[in-house]
Each structure stands twice: as structure tokens, then as C-alpha cells.
């Protein structure tokens, strides 16, 4: 029965969400309602949030509406202990690169190597095949390779037990809002060495703070200098060496045009490419110090362009070095472009996908006022009367991210390990870390709706609801009536506002389980 429910309620999940979003009059008057209805806190929390799990609604409404966003927006008020708890058996959180590259991923990096030569040696082919079988490999290879992947796996399960189980929700949306603004590629190089540090030191210190600062921590660090190359630029036309005494390699622009068209100005922010090539100039040097050992930022004054440059107008003097670098991004903070691009990026992860454009005009606005302060011009958008008009309601598709994890909120489970989780957003196209262009993850609904898409979020619904995924446990029990856990389900993820076919449909099923499973596949639940 559950197997036919799901392909029926994905079909019309399909055509519901392509028709557009459920939306009601709402008459209220002022951006923050003080005394919300239950749709309008469920809103907020999964605006602000991974929407709802068991009891926040009630919760907020205790609290009030205006208080809880203002404590959203100063996340270090708020305690997140029992989180902290969580993440303590993840021992390389917490470890510097250049630890994590001594003790996990160099010695792996050295052991296939010996052992490609021992193979070379022996007359079998050279490299080691990633399919090669357990008995093929050394018990130290397997030793190295699992501790070379266990970085990786302890940052992915961090960052879903952080979205679903922290008290600081609009922390961790704007976490995964920035590092996909300032997308990096785990499947390049040495990048993957420094994927720790990025979202821990750069990222995560920065979501709410200073725009300014969060490009310079970006600008600085070595896994963005690697991924878009800057770290190998140098002074065009000259006979230059590295610090090694190697021919340098010439300038690089790859940094250049993504600072400028994906970090701050967009792609009509009013550049050209002879700005491309100066930018670039202004940063050559910029490199990191023995990338694959874990070393730091360097700067290299040897590969420097060091002449005058003109950038947008502005002219910076020769003989500059770092400052070059670093007046640059000066100019880029600042430009009424970027503020625009910036507001505009900020609105449609908030409110709609084509967000409008009054609210675009006054977040903007705020962002030029307080020099780009990031909590300020969220602070806009999200008490805004366009945040809370009925068109911004449900208008935004989940994406695979934003469902698995809401999911995991809504079934109220406990997550004690999120490699299940992990392995899910792989599935679903979304794996984490892995997006390979620098524009990063669409924030867009066309990009996650289609019939095979909606199927394989049925199924992940199925998975959890059924308790097939090891490490994530229902904290409350499924043996209750499917009547009862459906009613319980519709107003801790919908708020009560179901759609008559959602409604139909769940009422078909058999078992908490499938209810749940329902509940969550349904098109209701897709949209936030």
C-alpha cells in the first residue's frame, strides 16, 4: 500500500510545486506579529531554521515571535551545550590543519605511493585502483585510508547533527548559506586538507558579523588560494622563481573572476575583464606554505606583481605587496554593487525566489548604512512585511539539504551518528562538500523538482520512518495509532495547514510509520 501512496502523492507533489506555492490572505499589518497563529511561527522556523521539531511551536509562541528572532540573530547568547555533548566524540574537529595533515592525510598520501612502487616493483600495474579489494590491501593502507576519510566523515556528521539537533538554527542556515557563497571543492587537491579549518576559523566565526571580514577570511585562506589556483599566480611576464627556485607560472585569474562575479559584485556588477587582470596582479603572491603538509597563508613577495594597477576606477600605487591585495578587497566590500548582490542573494534564501525587489532596495540600503553588516540587513529581511506576506508563505522548494534535515527535526529522532544522513544527501544530489563549481548549490526550486527527485525523498521519508537508518533513533514511540501520530505530525511539521490531498492521502495509512513517511513525502512538506 505504501509502495502505491508514494508514487501517487510524488506525482502530485511534482505538479503542486511546479503550479506554485499554497498560500492564504493574511491580514496581518505588522512585519513581527506579537501574537502569531501557528502557521506564521512555523514560518519563521523554517525560514530562520530547519523548521519545526516536537514542541517549538508552543515553545516560540511562550517566548514571543520578536524575542526569538532577535535571539536567532545573536547566537552566542544562546546555550548550545547539550550540542557540544554531541560533537565531543569527533576528535578532529577541533585539530589544526597542519595536525590533521601530519596524522590522517599524509601518511595515507604516503602509503599509496610505496605501495604503487612496491606494485611497480612486483610488475602489476602502478596505481591502486579504487576498487581494489580489502584482501588486495595492506591492514596499514586500509589503517591510513580510513583515518584519511574519517576528516571528512566527522566534518559532514557535524555540520547535519548541527542543523538538526542546535539551538542556534539561524546560525547554522547562514553557515551553510556562506560556505556556498564561498563554495569549495572537496575533490581538488589539497583543498579537502584544509575543509576543516574553512568552515570552523572562516566560515563559522563570520556568518553574522562584518561582510568585510568574512571576504577576508575567505581571500585568506589557503583551501579557497587552492582551489581557484591563486596560490600558483604570479607576475605576468617576468622571469621569477618560487621560494623553491622553480619558474614561477604566470598569472592566474581564476580568483579574480569569481571574487568579483560570485563574491561581490555579480555577474553584471559593472566590470570588466581588464579589472579581472588587475585584480589578479593585486594578489599574486598570494600563496600557502607547502599546501600538502597543512602549511599556512603566505605571502611571497618574490612572485608579486608590485606595479600600479587601476581597478574600477580606483588606482593603487605601486610597491603595495600585501596591501595590494588587501586595498582590493577594500574596494570590493564597499561597492554599491556588491551591497545589491549581497541583499538580493540574502532575499532569496529568505523569501522567495525572485525576491521583491522594495525589500532587495531597503536591504541594500542597510548594508551601505552599517558598512555591511550582515546581521543588520538580515535583521531587515526577516521582519519585513514582505518576509511575512502571504506570498512569501511556503514559496521556497527544500532543498535536498533543507528536507533531510527538517525531516530529521519533524520525526523528532536522534541523531547519534549522521553518516545515514550524509549518505542520504548523496543520493538526493546534494552532497555535502562536494559541489564542484565555485557558484555552489541553486537556491532555486527548479533545480530540485523533478519526479525522480521527489521519489528519492520518498523513499529517504520511508527509510526514516521505518527506523532503517543506523544511528538515527526515534526519540518518541511509533506504536501509537496512525490516526493519532498524523494528527501529532501535521502540527509539529504543517502547523495544522494541510492540503486536502495530503490530508487524503495520509489518512490511508496503516501505521505511525507510514504516516510519518506520508506526512513528510507529502508537497506539503516540501516547501518551506
Known sequence: MITRQMTVLTLLAVGLLIAGPHVRAQKKNSAVPDSPDARAILHVLNRIGYGGASGDIERVRTVGLPRYIDQQLHPARISDADLAARLAPFETLQKSTRVLAQEYFVPALMLRRREQQQRARDGVSTSVEPGMSRKERSPEQMDAMRADRSVLAELSQQRIMRAVHSERQLEEVLVDFWFNHFNVFAGKGATRVYLTEYER??????????????????????????????????????????????????????????????????????????????????????????????????????????????????????????????????????????????????????????????????????????????????????????????????????????????????????????LPLVHALRELGMPLYFCQPPTGYADRADAWVNTGALLSRMNFAVSLAEGRLRGVKRTSSMNTAAASARDALFQTALAGDVSESTRATVAKAKSAAQSLALTLGSPDFQRR
Open 201 to 418: 576559523d572562516v566560515i563559522r566565526p563570520h556568518v553574522l558579523g562584518k561582510f568585510r571580514d568574512l571576504l577576508g577570511a575567505t581571500a585568506h585562506s589557503p583551501a579557497m588560494l587552492f582551489y581557484l589556483d591563486n596560490w600558483q599566480s604570479a607576475a605576468p611576464n617576468q622571469d621569477r622563481q618560487d621560494r623553491r627556485g622553480r619558474p614561477a607560472r604566470g598569472l592566474n585569474e581564476n580568483y579574480a573572476r569569481e571574487l568579483m562575479e560570485l563574491h561581490t559584485l555579480g555577474v553584471d556588477g559593472g566590470y570588466t575583464q581588464k579589472d579581472v587582470q588587475e585584480v589578479a596582479r593585486a594578489f599574486t603572491g598570494w600563496t600557502i606554505e607547502m599546501p600538502r603538509q597543512g602549511g599556512g597563508f603566505k605571502f611571497e613577495p618574490r612572485i608579486h606583481d608590485d606595479g600600479e594597477k587601476v581597478i574600477l576606477g580606483h588606482r593603487i600605487n605601486g610597491g603595495g605587496g600585501k596591501k595590494d591585495g588587501e586595498r582590493v578587497l577594500d574596494i570590493l566590500a564597499a561597492h554599491r554593487s556588491t551591497a545589491r548582490f549581497i541583499a538580493t542573494k540574502l532575499a532569496r534564501k529568505f523569501v522567495a525566489d525572485v525576491p521583491p525587489p522594495a525589500l532587495v532596495e531597503r536591504a541594500t540600503a542597510r548594508f551601505r548604512e552599517t558598512a555591511g553588516d550582515i546581521r543588520e540587513v538580515v535583521r531587515t529581511i526577516v521582519t519585513s512585511p514582505e518576509f511575512f506576506s502571504s506570498a512569501a508563505y511556503r514559496a521556497k522548494v527544500k532543498s535536498p539539504y533543507e528536507f533531510v534535515v527538517s525531516a530529521a527535526r519533524a520525526a523528532d529522532v536522534e541523531v547519534a551518528g549522521a
